[in-house]
């Protein structure tokens, strides 16, 4: 092989001698499966997949390396063993004892070569023999002996379901089977989805007037991406149709000017025929679908752009087929992140390296392997699209592959690097990292000129007809852009956020050892006194024997030395003791740990907020849909509409966004159709022709605020009360007893709806009893304003997170019970003589309102404590919002954080225990469920 | 080989029962070894309101809330005080990870096909249901319990509408 790189001699031989270690470990699990499925075959028994797949690994990672260090027969012999076990575990072939024959023979002379290649140095045995046996049994002849009937009959299908979630990443087969394209499809789906709604923003940001010729290129860069992606996913519909878009947007970008009208509505058309697609993939639905009448009005459009002269040169330039997706930075995923902080480190340069493997090469996979392992001596592969691994290298079309690639070396120099037989350098082109804007590629330029002559000289460049297109679209692509997010599957967050909370219960759990400990002390320390107060006392004694004895002296002394002796012994032994006791070194080390602790508790908050951080996004995602559902509601019934939007960059966790999208919609339709009033009745009053309907977030606490509001014509409360009393959701003597306020929350109840007629728009059946349920789900709250004539307003509050809340810790007849802060409105002490009874309810007066005081036992079946007569009582004051009302505890622990865990399956029913946490000392405590307490008390 | 022989070890097992016998109430019941994951000592039970007397509560078992069910109480045996011999079986049944308490563990036994017979036709103190078989060693008699059918029971008990 003519190649510029050469390895040294020591270079190989290091390799060599690696290689050769590691093929011991696979020839050995080679060995050993292939022993084991011939046990298994011969007892007419299945071969599990993971043996299989374990082959056909260490078949392939021998292939790949040999081939690295040119060890052609080894390379060529792996690969045709790697091809049997392939169709094996693809169930295009069964596995039979001849089967196990070959690969044994093959394995044989495997085994040989790499012998040779140990004492040799190279691999130039003679495996005619096991290549002609492959070659038999992958065409369908026996090799040998007739197929024994056991194996051939043999169902498939039991390992059909599994190969694919088993096989890791690198041991994917050359050929882009199904598996393959599986794991591009979220993938697919959550980048088209996000394409998608930028360009519908931008459509509408055109067709309000406001034009930016960025917003062009940007089109044609989303429908650009689209159609490589589609492509990626085989959805030829897809690809089909934004090609047609991409066709217009490219004459389109050139004029720099508005687009008329009728071609915003085919684009409108055109990307939502690819949003019902993506939404119909998403659900499951992976049929292909029929652009044919939209990519007709397409090409019409097209044929009378072309028409035009300053289409004509644009829409003769063809999209580059073959070519893979440009890499998105900003899209690139958690490793590629890393590896592209790695490069920033370094202050490296960070280039969009394209290469195409020719069409003729026989082993492309092989090829592009060998690129990317030059490419990663001499600098970083940030990403590469597609990985070796799913090139096909039984297509006989070119391969295109694209890197992100950070290296030291200048531009000049990366040429060489790819600089392989059969592989021709593409495009190269600097991306540069600190520039702001986007679009404007100044710094690009000349960089890209400088690749120009590498790439000029191949002959696929100078063939491309319209240059300054090809030029253009480069440059689009290598648009310097900042990393500012990543990709990461939201179970790995999960997983963090549970570890997270673990470890704030863990570290309670250390502070109350501490606490536990720190008594252990001061009980040793008591004991310690002791010995010093039962020292001192001995040491009277000691005096005073010595006095009685010296009075009686003459009784003779050995009994007195005696005594003298043995009190000062026991004396002594005291003294060791309480010194050996001492605390003093025990002290300082709680301390220290006391501090260690400390630590640990802001390092764990730290990390629990930080993931909590890591799962919260702008609700900008939700809110933005709603512009294009305001325009079209708007535009069916006819009426003037504007959305106004604030606060859409507040964050709150990823999984609420999910779920609010469903209420939200919901609550704009009702705005804008029942909300506002006809253009004429608008007219008839004072208020601006166009109606406006708001929507808002704001961060208030651990909650966010969405305000939903239009300058409509307001709620009537009595209109709302006779309604829901001629649906007898209320009964007369209830109405008499409402205020405005309660009346408006009677649209909340079940089976209500406002509307006079219903329309197609709202009243499908989802009325505000699922938004109000829907948005508690999320432990959140509604809240209605309204004035008659000047507009209504939804205030809908929501905890920023599920996983964890702030709680108030009460002990209610020896049991912890946790009430969330958010709905304690303060506590008060009350006295038994301030307590009286209205109606039989014990009530207190709590400023210059009466508060009446659950009685738990009665409500929710919790036993609450008697109390003496004279006892002074804790009161908590809990609200679910509306109302107040107060709970009797024994005890106030404090405030605290804790992890919600909910409750097992059995106790789905259980009313006013929302779910339970496990304290710092392992103790299980019930987290009352406020809402319900107060709604069952009622 | 060494895989031929788990081969036959398995198909044995087929025609076994691997058991884990206990004392309930004087009497010996016992579980299919493979329904259990531990066996612990009883710990702080935390009660939850409106339920059957039967269901105890919460335990925390490293962390995770499981659910405590009483043996004797759920088979209607006559209620006995927790004494340091009382255990607390877990297992899970359905995906599900419950916990019972017991009077005491008894023993790893393996019965053979042949000395286990299905429940007799006659009244039984327990759920004829809950009954997977009666097995006979050494004289003694031992009640094979069906957790499945224990555990769709203690579902239908809490009354809600959970597939089983």
Avoid at chain 1, 57 to 79: E, N, V
Avoid at chain 1, 102 to 115: G, H, K, M, Q, T
Avoid at chain 1, 147 to 172: G, I, L, N, T, Y
Wanted: proline share 3%.
């Amino acid at each position: 092989m003519a190649e510029s790189y050469e390895m040294s001699d020591d270079e190989k031989q290091e390799i060599i001698e690696e290689f050769l270690a590691e093929s011991d470990q696979y020839l050995q699990s080679l060995n050993d499966c292939l022993l084991k499925a011939e046990e298994l075959i011969k007892g007419g028994q299945t071969v599990e997949k993971d043996d299989i797949n374990l082959m056909f690994r260490a078949a392939h990672t021998i292939k790949g390396t040999a081939s690295f260090i040119d060890l052609t027969t080894i390379s060529h012999l792996t690969h045709e063993m790697e091809t049997v076990l392939d169709r094996i575990r693809n169930d295009q072939m069964d596995f039979t004892v001849e089967a196990i024959d070959v690969l044994f023979a093959a394995f044989d002379s495997l085994s040989a070569l790499l012998e040779r290649l140990k004492t040799e140095g190279d691999d130039q045995g003679d495996v005619s023999e096991s290549l002609e046996k492959i070659r038999q049994i992958l065409s369908g002849e026996a090799p040998a002996a007739a197929e024994e009937p056991v194996a051939a009959e043999k169902p498939a299908e039991p390992a059909v379901e599994e190969p694919q979630e088993v096989v890791p990443e690198e041991s994917e087969a050359s050929s882009e089977s199904d598996e393959e394209l599986e794991k591009y499809w979220a993938a697919f789906i959550e980048d088209t989805q996000q394409n998608i709604e930028r360009f519908d923003e931008i459509l509408l940001n055109m067709e309000k007037g406001d034009f930016k010729p960025d917003y062009l290129n940007e089109l044609f860069r989303i429908s650009h991406t689209i159609k490589g992606s589609s492509g990626i996913v085989k959805r030829r519909d897809l690809e089909m149709l934004s090609h047609k878009m991409e066709d217009i947007l490219s004459g389109m970008r050139e004029k720099e000017e508005p687009p008329a009208e009728h071609i915003t509505t085919l684009l409108f058309k055109g990307i939502d025929w690819i949003k019902e697609t993506v939404n119909e993939i998403q659900s499951g639905k992976r049929q292909e679908r029929d652009p044919g009448e939209l990519v007709q009005e397409f090409e019409k459009l097209l044929a009378a752009e072309a028409a035009s002269p300053a289409g004509a040169s644009e829409v003769s330039a063809p999209a580059d087929q073959g070519q893979a997706p440009a890499i998105d930075i900003n899209a690139l995923n958690s490793e590629q992140a890393i590896k592209l902080e790695e490069a920033r480190g370094l202050k490296q340069a960070v280039y969009n390296l394209t290469i195409a493997v020719s069409e003729k090469c026989p082993a492309k996979s092989m090829k592009a392997m060998l690129a990317k392992e030059r490419l990663s001596k001499e600098g970083i592969i940030i990403a590469m699209v597609p990985e070796e691994t799913a090139i096909d290298d039984s297509s006989t079309a070119k391969v295109s592959i694209q890197f992100l690639y950070s290296t030291s070396e200048s531009q000049e120099g990366i040429p060489a690097f790819v600089s392989i037989d059969e592989i021709e350098l593409v495009s190269l082109d600097k991306i540069d990292m600190a520039e702001e804007k986007p679009a404007e590629p100044a710094v690009a330029e000349p960089k890209a000129a400088a690749a120009a002559p590498a790439a000029a000289a191949k002959p696929q460049a100078a063939q491309k007809p319209v240059k300054k297109e090809a030029a253009k679209e480069k440059q689009s692509k290598s648009a310097p852009v900042e990393v500012t997010s990543m990709r990461v599957d939201v179970r790995k967050l999960d997983n963090l956020m549970n570890l997270a909370g673990e470890l704030v219960i863990t570290r309670a759990r250390f502070s109350q050892l501490l606490l536990e400990l720190r008594n252990e002390v001061s009980s040793t320390r008591q004991t310690i006194d002791k010995f010093r107060e039962i020292e001192n006392s001995l040491m009277g004694l000691k005096m005073k024997t010595a006095e009685t004895v010296s009075s009686a002296e003459a009784n003779g002394g050995q009994d007195r030395d005696e005594l003298k002796k043995m009190i000062e012994t026991i004396g002594q032994k005291f003294q060791d003791t309480s010194r050996q006791t001492s605390t003093k070194l025990i002290t300082e080390k709680i301390y220290n740990m006391d501090e260690a602790t400390r630590n640990l508790e802001k390092l764990s908050s730290d990390i629990q907020n930080g993931v909590m951080q890591t799962r919260m996004v702008p609700i900008e995602g939700v809110f933005s849909r709603f512009k294009r559902l305001v325009r079209d509601i708007a535009k069916e019934i006819k009426k003037d509409v504007k959305l106004d939007i604030y606060g859409e960059d507040t964050e709150l966790d990823k999984k609420i966004t999910d779920e609010l999208g469903d209420p939200l919609t919901h609550m704009i339709r009702n705005a804008v159709d029942h909300g506002l009033e006809n253009t004429e009745e608008r007219k008839a009053t004072d208020k601006p022709q166009q109606g406006t309907v708001t929507l808002g977030a704001m961060h208030k606490g651990n909650n966010i605020c969405i305000e939903i509001s239009d300058d409509g014509k307001g709620l009537d409360p009595d209109k709302i009360a006779n309604k829901a009393f001629e649906k007898e959701i209320i009964t007369e003597d209830a109405l008499e007893q409402m205020s405005d306020r309660e009346k408006m929350g009677l649209i909340f109840a079940p089976g209500f709806s406002t509307a006079e007629q219903v329309t197609g728009l709202s009243g499908r059946g989802v009325g505000m009893d699922v938004v109000k349920k829907m948005i508690e789900s999320l432990n959140g709250t509604v809240d209605i304003e309204s004035e008659m004539g000047q507009g209504t307003s939804f205030k809908l509050k929501i905890p920023l997170t599920l996983a964890i809340i702030q709680a108030l810790l009460v002990v209610i007849d020896n049991e912890v019970f946790a009430l969330p802060l958010e709905s304690v409105s303060e506590i008060v002490k009350v006295m038994p003589d301030e307590v009286y009874r209205i109606e039989g309810t014990a009530t207190i007066k709590l400023r210059d309102h009466t508060l009446s005081l659950v009685e738990l036992e009665k409500v929710i079946q919790i036993e609450q404590k008697k109390i003496g007569a004279d006892d002074e009582r804790r009161v908590v004051v809990i609200t679910d919002g509306e109302n107040q009302v107060g709970i009797c505890v024994d005890e106030l622990i404090g405030e605290d954080e804790i992890v919600i865990k909910s409750l097992p399956v059995h106790f789905t029913n259980v009313i006013g225990i929302s779910g339970a946490s496990i304290l710092g000392d392992g103790r299980i405590c019930l987290i009352l469920d406020v809402g319900a307490i107060i709604k069952e008390a009622q | 080989m060494e895989d031929a022989e788990e081969i036959m070890d398995t198909e044995v097992q087929d025609d076994l029962y691997q058991l884990v016998s206990f004392k309930l109430a004087e009497e010996e019941y016992a579980f299919k070894i493979t329904d259990i994951q531990e066996v612990i000592h009883v710990q702080a039970i935390r009660g939850i309101p409106q339920m059957p007397e039967f269901i105890l509560g919460v335990i925390n078992l490293r962390g995770n809330v499981i659910s405590v069910f009483d043996l004797r109480k759920k088979l209607h045996l006559p209620a006995k005080e927790f004494d340091d011999k009382t255990k607390i079986v877990v297992t899970k049944v359905d995906d599900t990870i419950i916990s019972l308490v017991v009077d005491e563990i008894m023993e790893n036994i393996t019965l053979t096909q042949s000395q286990v017979e299905p429940a007799p036709n006659v009244k039984m103190k327990i759920n004829k249901e809950c009954i997977a078989g009666l097995g006979k060693l050494k004289g003694k008699l031992i009640t094979i319990l069906n957790l499945e059918k224990i555990h769709e029971e203690i579902i239908a008990d809490v009354d809600i509408n959970v597939e089983v």
